[in-house]
């Protein structure tokens, strides 16, 4: 199993361009989950959906859009890049509620640079 | 968001050392999972408590649930080179659905 996808690996954008980070997980996880990590911050939660069609609101949602049309794909899009965006973003997917099963499994990362 | 304490921060050690980390909390925790992070990839389950009380061991690395259960401890015996990275506690609060994380202990070792 492929696990949790992240595309593009590494990204730099100038100011005021947008770009979608892709995430895809085969492992029919109904639960996924966007974080950024800052230095000596740890994980953020961005947005986070419960299943197809269903999105929400994390810690830090300003400047960011997700959409989830299907089990598998949960793309984080940003629309206007900010330099406050420069980070690492990872996803990340669950069974249940990140209890059950051992927790989050995550992808290995999307390092982003906004200059 | 509420984010859990973790400490400390960041360690420099000797390989063949022990070491200690822990995670605290003023809220009551209901989970307890240790992450570690390597380089330029996405953290990894290490090991999961689910009970106060509870001592859960993964090879060298020894694990315990909080008797308060507003902490946990993460210790890793004899280390060796492959040990460094950013490792990671996080949490489900008693009530609460998502996880929570700490900030991160990041593991130097020396040879």
């Known amino acids: 199993n492929a696990g949790v996808t992240q595309t593009p690996k590494f990204r730099i954008l100038k100011i005021g361009q947008s770009m979608t980070l892709q995430c895809t997980q085969d492992?029919?996880?109904?639960?996924m989950y966007w974080y950024r990590q800052d230095p000596g911050m740890g994980l953020k939660l961005i947005y986070y959906s419960v299943g197809a069609g269903i999105t929400d609101k994390g810690e830090v949602p300003n400047g960011y859009n997700v959409s989830r049309s299907t089990t598998e794909d949960f793309p984080l899009r940003l629309e206007l890049a900010a330099p406050s965006q420069t980070s690492v973003y990872f996803c990340?997917?669950?069974?249940?509620?990140?209890?059950?099963?051992?927790?989050?499994?995550f992808g290995s990362g999307t390092r982003l640079t906004v200059v | 968001g509420q984010q859990l304490n973790q400490s400390p921060q960041s360690m420099f050690i000797q390989e063949g050392e022990d070491v200690s980390m822990n995670c605290t909390s003023s809220?009551?925790?209901?989970?307890w999972l240790w992450y570690k992070q390597d380089p330029g990839e996405g953290p990894v389950l290490l090991i999961a408590l689910y009970k106060a009380g509870e001592l859960t061991s993964n090879g060298r690395l020894t694990a315990q649930f909080g008797i308060t259960r507003k902490d946990s401890f993460l210790n890793i015996s004899a280390s060796i080179p492959s040990d460094v990275g950013i490792y990671f506690c996080?949490?489900?609060?008693?009530?609460?659905?998502?996880?929570?994380f700490g900030q991160g202990t990041r593991l130097t070792i020396n040879p």
């Open positions: 492992m029919n996880h109904n639960y």
């Open positions: 809220s009551i925790f209901n989970t």
């Open positions: 990340a997917s669950s069974l249940k509620w990140g209890v059950v099963a051992g927790g989050y499994t």
């Open positions: 996080a949490g489900q609060r008693e009530g609460a659905q998502k996880l929570v």
